[in-house]
């Protein structure tokens, strides 16, 4: 860090269920998009990140700020910046989530704006975590020497026409993808779920999708995708 670390808080940062899982089985999927039930249509960016990346703690004062990664992704400098960050604005600890995003725990409400507008200088102010739109990928084919398809590329691609449609912010629907029958991507516990297989296409094989259907985890129950379609790669 550049700086000396403001001592906000002394809370340590006790073992908790975790926060923001892949579907809460006793919570109704809800639609947050924005001009929604939640949103005015005429918010400003930290407006809108505030309503789709922060949580309320049980702690009154306090919250829960998710940083949104594209796919996980996140560089060196960012990451050193976050650890700068939550020195800052919290007790200097990072959590790390199965939907690949970072959050930082106990930022007090008082230091959100600025937490945000730290974040946002660094390439880190998307809102929409946990989001439709911020779909779940494993690297696929890129890097994968097992994978059959480039799920990074479908991933993106969703993110892109769910962003064109409006439907960028709805939430509690989950899209997980994975580039082979591993489920390194948890596509069998999402909501839509994708996973590669090859298929035959004129007698030469061929990279495809499986599609599945309403996976979750719930408090009491899991539930497997149901497969759905098979489709092309491209």
């Known amino acids: 860090p550049s700086h000396e670390p403001i001592k906000l808080l002394l809370h340590p940062d006790e073992p908790m269920p975790l926060l923001m899982p892949t579907r809460n089985g006793s919570i109704a999927a809800s639609a947050n998009g924005n001009g929604g039930p939640n949103g005015t249509g005429h918010e400003t960016p930290f407006q809108m990140w505030k309503r789709t990346n922060v949580t309320s703690q049980k702690q009154e004062g306090y919250v829960t700020a998710a940083i949104k990664l594209f796919m996980g992704d996140i560089t060196g400098e960012q990451m050193l910046a976050v650890a700068d960050l939550a020195d800052r604005y919290s007790n200097g600890n990072l959590r790390t989530t199965i939907n690949q995003n970072v959050i930082i725990r106990w930022v007090p409400e008082s230091q959100v704006e600025a937490l945000y507008h730290r974040l946002a200088a660094e390439g880190l102010g998307d809102p929409g975590a946990e989001q439709v739109e911020d779909v779940v990928a494993c690297p696929g084919a890129d890097t994968c020497n097992i994978a059959v398809t480039q799920s990074r590329g479908l991933a993106a691609a969703i ?28 596509h069998h516990i999402a909501d839509i779920g994708f996973f590669g297989a090859e298929r035959r296409a004129h007698g030469k094989a061929a990279p495809g999708y499986q599609m599945l259907l309403g996976g979750y985890v719930g408090q009491e129950q899991i539930h497997f995708g149901d497969k759905a379609l098979r489709l092309p790669a491209k």
């Open 159 to 186: 993110g892109t026409e769910l962003e064109n449609e409006g439907l960028a912010e709805v939430g509690g629907v989950r899209i997980n993808i994975s580039g082979c029958t591993n489920s390194c991507g948890q």
